[in-house]
Every structure is written in C-alpha cells, then in structure tokens.
Nanobody, 117 residues
Framework: QVQLVESGGGLVQAGGSLRLSCAVS????????VGWFRRAPGKEREFVAG????????SYVNSVKGRFTISRDNAKNAVYLQMLSLKPEDTAVYYC??????????WGQGTQVTVSS
C-alpha cells in the first residue's frame, strides 16, 4: 500500500503564492507518476500537473502554465507544487495522486487552497 499526505494549503490573497507538498510513503513500479489534481466547489476534479520519478517529464493544465511548477525530491519521496500569481479561480481542494501514466491508483486526503480576491 502506498500512502500520500498533502500539506501546505491555506488562505492567500490573489497574486500570492503557496507551495504544496506531497509526501509519498514509498516508490514502486506502479507509482512512477505523481500528479496534482484539484476539485473546486461544484466542479469536476481536474488534472493540474504531473511528474515522473524516473525522468524530467512534466505536464500542466493550460490554466496554470507559467504560474505553477511541479518538482520532486527523490531522496525525500516528495513532490511539490509551487503556485505563483494565484487567482480566485484556483480555489479548490488539491490532491496528490500516484500511479502509472494517467492511471492514478493512490490518492491523498487533500489540502484546501483558498484564494481571496
């Protein structure tokens, strides 16, 4: 079993920044990819960013490109999401998940990000 724990959420004003962290209990062949997702009130969950442990590939949803950066620390089994220039529409519960490619099998409990206007 793989466990993921998010941290770093909070309340910030528009234009501010936050850094989310995802601690992954262990890395396995079935958890090569770690992604960040978010679910805003009344909306479907959406993919935000993804990264693999084994390479430098990253991917982002268009709405966060240039503002968010996903990174990893293999030694700490941690993945981060640096969020800059936050907007009220970034308000959501943010989840990290691990899996292979686009198939995510393990999920964290989520951390709330609220951006005030």
């Amino acid at each position: 079993q793989v466990q993921l724990v998010e941290s770093g959420g909070g309340l910030v004003q528009a234009g501010g920044s936050l850094r989310l962290s995802c601690a992954v209990s262990r890395r396995t062949v079935s958890t090569d990819t770690v992604g960040w997702f978010r679910r805003a009130p009344g909306k479907e969950r959406e993919f935000v960013a993804g990264i693999s442990w084994s390479g430098d590939r990253t991917s982002y949803v268009n709405s966060v490109k240039g503002r968010f950066t996903i990174s990893r620390d293999n030694a700490k089994n941690a993945v981060y999401l640096q969020m800059l220039s936050l907007k009220p529409e970034d308000t959501a519960v943010y989840y990290c998940a691990a899996g292979i490619g686009a198939a995510y099998s393990y999920w964290g409990q989520g951390t709330q990000v609220t951006v005030s206007s």
